[in-house]
Each structure stands twice: as structure tokens, then as C-alpha cells.
């Protein structure tokens, strides 16, 4: 293995917390991992790695290192496009799952075909990721983020409405205003960073009144949360963009337009150490360049 692919395995197995992981992530065996870390140790003199049964963990001087590594991979990334060369390598990226299918897929074969020499790892996912420990260089999220040592560049805000079937509309009646939701019910939304069932959201006179309605299905998932509603299970509120094929078809039918939930941020996270990356840095910026169209300024 040559200096530079066992410095970027170094890279991967502090950012896994595992030699496993990272030389997954590599494509290389474990043993060939151990080996070659091994003989990096041996060539410097010091340890880098403590191991233990649970998880790996960089030395005062794996640290330290480490911070030079990104530092000189980066450098290499840029030495490369500043030559001619284009950016290439893995990404591994996680989106929310409805975002992922409606937005970035479509648009993905137009980037891979600017940057050939990279590969994407798509994930689709609600729940919260340890980016680092899971090896993600950048995560997609919509709503309030939780404070982390990640960067948050944020895109802007999405409209959210409130909606409900005809049929259910038809069985229960349409709600003028918020106090008219007496005998109504609502498809429950579990939060996967809190467990519990998020209530609804209104705003009215610049004062946001949050009501719980009886549910009689809980969900964990937007497409899940959106085929429930279709189905008459109850009301129910989402990103506008995510249902405006329903809303045009008549499958669902936006209520309470003048008592709006508040408008949901949507951002982009990635680790500190992903920054200097020239292939995370292209990618990032194209999501942007993707993601913007369905926001607008908080």
C-alpha cells in the first residue's frame, strides 16, 4: 500500500472508531488494514492508534496526525484540479428519504457526468447520524438541528401546510380555523430524535399554537406520514414541494391556509475535518445549487 492510500485509511479508521469500517470504506481487508497502519507506526516511531475491544481511538500523536493528513489530502485534491485533474473518490451521503427520491436522484446523473471520477453512496434516512462515527461526509436534514460541533450551512426554509384527504374531509368536515379541530384526528408523527408523536403546528397573529389530536396510526417515515393521509387517516402537515403532486391531483386538499405551521429549515451538515475536501466542497455546493429552488429565506 502507498503512502498516500495509508494515509487516507489512517484518516478513515479515526473517523469509524474501527479498522473494520474503515478498511471497508477502503475496500480493502481488515488484516491488510492492520498491517498497513502497523507499519506506519513502525516507520514513525510512535503509536497512533489506541485499540480496545469496543472501538479505535487516536494517541495524542495519532491527533496530531490526523490533522496532517487531512490537511495533505486535501492539498493533493486541490494539487490534482489545479493541474487539469478532476475531483474523484467516494462520497457517502445520507438525505432525508422523500428528498432523496423526488430531488437529488433525478438530478445526480448531470453531476456524476461533471465529475466522472466520483462515486456517491446514497443513504435515505429520518434519523439522527453521527457523521463522523458512521463515516458520512455530509447529511441532509430538515427542521430545528440539534447544537453539534458540525458545520450547518443552511439553504433556507420550506413552506409547510396542513392537509387531509376528501374522503376524510368529507367524513369529518373542514376546519375553518384551528378552533374547529374538536372530533378531528391526525396521522401521528414519531420524531426519531425524541420519540414522541410531534403535535400540530398554527400560527395566528404572530403567536404559534401547537394542538395534539387523537391518532390512530403512528408513523416514523415521510412517505409513510403522506400515504397515511392519502389513505383518510387523519390530518396532517408537510413541506409543501413534498405534496404538490397531490394537492394537483385532488388526492389531498390543503385546510387552514390562513393558519400556516411554521416554515421548516433545511441544511446541510458535514464534519469539520470534510472541509477541506475539494470532492465534499463540489458536492455541497451542487446541493445547494439543487435544494434551493424549494426554499426560501427563513
Known sequence: MDR????ELFTRIVDRRSFTAGASDMKVSRPVATAA??????????????????NVTPTVE???????????LADVEDADRGAGGAVAGRLRVDVAGNLARTTVLPALPKFLARHPGLTVHLS???RFVDLV??????VVRGGALVDSDMIVRQLGAMDEITCASPSYLAENGVPATPDDLAGHSMVGFVSSRTGQVLPLEFTRGGTTIEIVLPARILVNGADAYTTAARLGLG????????????????????VLSAFPPTSTPLSILYPTSRQLSPRVRVFVDWLVEILSPLTRAP
Do not use: M, N
Open 4 to 7: 498516500l492510500t495509508t494515509l
Open 37 to 54: 497502519i502497523q507499519a506506519l507506526e513502525r516507520r514513525l516511531g510512535t503509536r497512533l492508534l489506541q485499540r480496545s475491544t469496543r
Open 62 to 72: 495519532g491527533e496530531i496526525y490526523y490533522a496532517r493528513c487531512l490537511a495533505i
Open 124 to 126: 435515505e434516512g429520518e
Open 133 to 138: 462515527r458512521e463515516g458520512f461526509d455530509c
Open 235 to 254: 390530518l396532517f402537515q408537510s413541506p409543501r414541494y413534498r405534496v404538490a403532486r397531490d394537492l394537483a391531483a385532488g388526492t389531498l386538499i390543503e
